[in-house]
């Protein structure tokens, strides 16, 4: 028996299905990280892995990046929590508020759904409307409202023109899914119609520009447009999920469509490898965290939230990823994608690559994905696509077990040619 087999018995014992987390599920077992450096990981085996996972793209300097080790030994040193605010804290805020226009004020938390729950209260409080509105199969964390059409499939998901608003979650009220609309991505003139139903009960528009579920493909700049003047007409507010597109250019995703949402939930990366979320947005609306102009309030707290740690983690992370780091990791993104498109060409198995930025998502499928439902995987789909992943592993590469993969500014061409190669490998491995 392998250190991992006899470590996953052991976990059996105390753990729901062995884990902590679905993410790090896999047949038969989960690997076991032993230690991380720079882009390597190493796992109890004692075998490497490139690590193109990142901890699901929160690790942008990959694994103990000096500075934020340093950093973050002194402040531990100095005490990891108090029931106090710290400088650590507003530095922080000062520097994420410096990085966007959108950005006025910003409240911290401690994970991306928090951030998301978060700002679709802030919308509700500032609105005093229950419903809101979100993508077909858009991942934005495990708060209930945003669970709804996570993972639908055809047998469930109703029409294009009317999509079902589908549970994730066995025993979820049936009001939550009442008040979730749920609209087709990339598609305005559907999106807008299923929004004009219910236009007086929307509080927010809750929208990640690059949705990586839906099939990491962006969201088009008519349909952000249209999404963001719509909401302006209907007092609604427009919420950007950036937790993880945040890392596509200095103030995020939204830079790129010239929109300025209301909100924005943030995670992951400006975290600098610790827990963290964070909503930042205009200050009226921003101001129902504090005795609302409006006289609207969201009591809003938590034990760890912008704890010094990660306040440090967090500002050290994006300290080291100004203009130049994130120019530099997105021509990475282009090399990665075109060498990945050409491995495919070379293996010939019906397959693409998606993304932008520092992302990219391999599907087993010849054509790139418009929306969630051309993205959906089927049962036998995912058997191949696990298979494909595994391959990827023994080749010494890891990716999400969607196929997705986010670079660290750690890494270089080197990296890409062994991802390269790992793709075809692994393709024609799949005929
Ligand atoms: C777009 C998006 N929003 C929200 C979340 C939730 O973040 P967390 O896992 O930190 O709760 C995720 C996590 O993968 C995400 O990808």
């Given amino acids: 028996m392998t250190r991992s087999e006899a470590l996953f018995q052991k976990a059996l014992n105390y753990l ?10 896999r047949s038969p077992h989960p690997f076991y990280a032993s230690r991380g450096h720079g882009c390597i990981v190493t796992d109890i085996e004692g075998r490497d892995f490139i690590d193109f996972a990142n901890n699901m793209a929160s690790l942008i300097h990959g694994h103990a990046f000096p500075p934020i080790i340093d950093a973050v030994s002194t402040q531990m040193r100095r005490g990891t929590c108090f029931t106090f605010g710290t400088e650590a804290e507003v530095d922080f805020a000062e520097h994420m508020c410096a990085r966007s226009p959108a950005f006025e004020k910003i409240r911290f938390m401690n994970s991306g759904t928090e951030a998301v729950m978060a700002a679709i209260k802030a919308a509700r409080a500032f609105t005093g409307r229950p ?27 109703g029409s294009q023109e009317a999509p079902n608003a589908v549970p994730l979650a066995a025993g979820t009220p049936q009001g939550v899914a009442d008040d979730v609309i749920v609209i087709p991505f990339n598609n305005p003139e559907v999106a807008l119609h299923l929004l004009n139903c219910h236009a007086g009960s929307i509080a927010g528009v809750l929208i990640d520009p690059i949705p990586h579920r839906v099939g990491l493909i962006p969201a088009e700049l008519a349909f952000i447009h249209q999404l963001r003047d719509w909401t302006r007409v209907h ?43 964070a909503v930042a947005g205009n200050s009226d609306v921003m101001a129902v965290f ?32 100004g203009s130049d780091a994130v120019a530099r990791l997105n021509r990475l993104g282009d090399l990665a994608r075109t060498s990945i498109s050409e491995a495919i ?3 010939g198995v019906p397959a693409c ?19 969630y439902r051309e993205a959906f995987v089927d049962a036998d789909g995912k058997k191949r696509l696990a298979r494909f992943v595994d391959s990827m592993l023994d080749a010494g590469i890891m990716l999400t077990n969607t196929c997705t993969g986010m670079l660290s500014t750690v890494m270089g061409r080197a ?12 393709l024609r491995r799949l005929t």
Avoid at 16 to 22: F, H
Avoid at 132 to 144: F, L, R, S
Avoid at 246 to 256: D, L, S, W
Avoid at 307 to 319: F, K, L, S
């Fill in 131 to 157: 419903k809101i509105a979100k993508v077909e199969g858009a991942y934005h964390g495990a708060y209930d409202y945003v669970e709804i059409s996570q993972t639908p499939g055809p047998d469930c998901w």
């Fill in 290 to 321: 504090a005795a609302g102009e409006h006289g609207l309030r969201l009591p809003q707290s938590g034990t760890f939230s912008a704890n010094p740690i990660t306040m440090t983690a967090g500002r050290v992370a994006m300290q080291h990823f």
């Fill in 353 to 371: 690559v998606t993304g932008t930025g520092s992302m990219f998502r391999v599907h087993l499928q010849a054509e790139a994905p418009r929306n």
């Fill in 235 to 277: 007092r609604a507010l427009l919420v950007f999920d950036e937790v993880i597109t945040f890392r596509t250019e200095v103030g995020g995703a939204q830079t790129r469509y010239d929109v300025k949402p209301d909100l924005t939930a943030l995670g992951k990366a400006i975290g600098g490898g610790f827990p963290v979320g």
């Fill in 415 to 426: 990296q890409i040619d062994q991802l390269a190669n790992g793709v075809l490998t692994s």
């Fill in 16 to 25: 729901p299905a062995g884990v902590s987390r679905d993410t790090v599920l």
């Fill in 345 to 347: 060409q070379l293996s």
